[in-house]
């Protein structure tokens, strides 16, 4: 059974940093691309960051560039979302997903075939 659990999230403020991680179990997926979205209470689920298998293609939602960086340790089956200058509007519940047959770090939560059950990041003024 394909799993994914997240960690890492908390309190934090303005200005502050976090790391999530997400490990990944069940399922090897060094051949497959996976990312991070994010979800605040009345939107809906939005991208962050997704990389490719070989961390060569990483992609970031224009609102995290230059502050956020997405990783992946093939090896160890985690992935990681550092997170840096945060700011109230990137509170939310953050998730990790992978697509199961694609290479391609796509942008579209639709594409992506498991997802973690979420870890709450929360960004005080």
């Known amino acids: 059974q394909v799993k994914l659990v997240e960690s890492g999230g908390g309190l934090v403020q303005t200005g502050g940093s976090l790391t999530l991680s997400c490990a990944v179990s069940g399922w090897n997926f060094s051949t497959n691309a996976v990312g991070w979205f994010r979800q605040s209470p009345g939107r809906e689920r939005e991208f962050v960051a997704a990389i490719n298998p070989t961390s060569t293609t990483r992609r970031y939602d224009d609102s995290v560039v230059g502050r956020f960086t997405i990783s992946r340790d093939n090896a160890k089956n985690m992935l990681y979302l550092q997170m840096a200058s945060l700011t109230p509007e990137d509170t939310a519940l953050y998730y990790c997903?992978?697509?199961?047959?694609?290479?391609?770090?796509?942008?579209?939560?639709?594409?992506?075939?498991?997802w973690g059950q979420g870890t709450q990041v929360t960004v005080s003024s």
């Open positions: 997903a992978a697509q199961r047959f694609s290479s391609i770090a796509n942008r579209t939560p639709g594409l992506y075939d498991y």
